[in-house]
Antibody
Framework: QVQLQESGPGLVKPSQTLSLTCTVSGDSISSGTYYWTWIRQHPGKGLEWIGYIFYTGSTYYNPSLKSRLTISVDTSKNQFSLKLSSVTAADTAVYYC??????????????WGQGTLVTVSS | SSELTQDPAVSVALGQTVRITCQGDGLRSYYASWYQQKPGQAPVLVIYGKNNRPSGIPDRFSGSNSGNTASLIITGAQAEDGADYYCHSRDSSGSHWVFGGGTKLTVL
């Protein structure tokens, strides 16, 4: 059974960098079948796609976050990570990692991690 | 704002059928996927592709597609189906991924 688990600080100060890691178990990031994705959900709001990474290191980012965003992969640890710089209170959200499958014209996220709340506050 | 539009709230009587819709130009070229989210939990995939259910999802969940509209249909809604439902697909340019704003389903 594939499982994803987010980890990282729950509190980040404004203007600093938010860093999260997603650890994958039950599947290999290097399999080349899936895209490894970050999604966030602001408190009481809907879902926002952040970006994805392929095991080769190829990435694709939400244009609204691209200037502040870096997603990386460590295949030796079966992990992928998110770094979001210059954070503000607007970046306070639950951050999810998820496995994405793309078989155009079908694309879907399954499974999801449990999510981790990151609060931006001084 | 989202390029996929969903009704904010829908209600259904227990045991009846409900259709939750998602509209957007990207749906003319890409299928939607649908996610169920209960309070305090991560979203769960319920429908993907033309009309596919992951293992473990009851067969009362189904999907349909027509033009720029995708629908999630629950036939014989149960109390445990009360949740938020989100659609996901591409935006109108086909270059970016977006979610609908979500529909809160209440089972009466």
């Amino acid at each position: 059974q594939v499982q994803l688990q987010e980890s990282g600080p729950g509190l980040v100060k404004p203007s600093q960098t938010l860093s999260l890691t997603c650890t994958v178990s039950g599947d290999s990031i290097s399999s080349g079948t899936y895209y490894w994705t970050w999604i966030r959900q602001h408190p009481g709001k809907g879902l926002e796609w952040i970006g994805y990474i392929f095991y080769t290191g190829s990435t694709y980012y939400n244009p609204s976050l691209k200037s502040r965003l870096t997603i990386s992969v460590d295949t030796s640890k079966n992990q992928f990570s998110l770094k979001l710089s210059s954070v503000t209170a607007a970046d306070t959200a639950v951050y999810y990692c998820a496995r994405m499958r793309m078989i155009t014209p079908s694309e879907w996220f399954d499974p999801w991690g449990q999510g981790t709340l990151v609060t931006v506050s001084s | 704002s989202s390029e996929l539009t969903q009704d904010p709230a829908v209600s259904v009587a227990l045991g009846q059928t409900v259709r939750i819709t998602c509209q957007g130009d990207g749906l003319r070229s890409y299928y939607a996927s649908w996610y169920q989210q209960k309070p305090g939990q991560a979203p769960v995939l319920v429908i993907y592709g033309k009309n596919n259910r992951p293992s473990g999802i009851p067969d009362r969940f189904s999907g349909s597609n027509s033009g720029n509209t995708a629908s999630l249909i629950i036939t014989g809604a149960q109390a445990e189906d009360g949740a938020d439902y989100y659609c996901h697909s591409r935006d109108s340019s086909g270059s970016h991924w977006v979610f609908g704003g979500g529909t809160k389903l209440t089972v009466l």
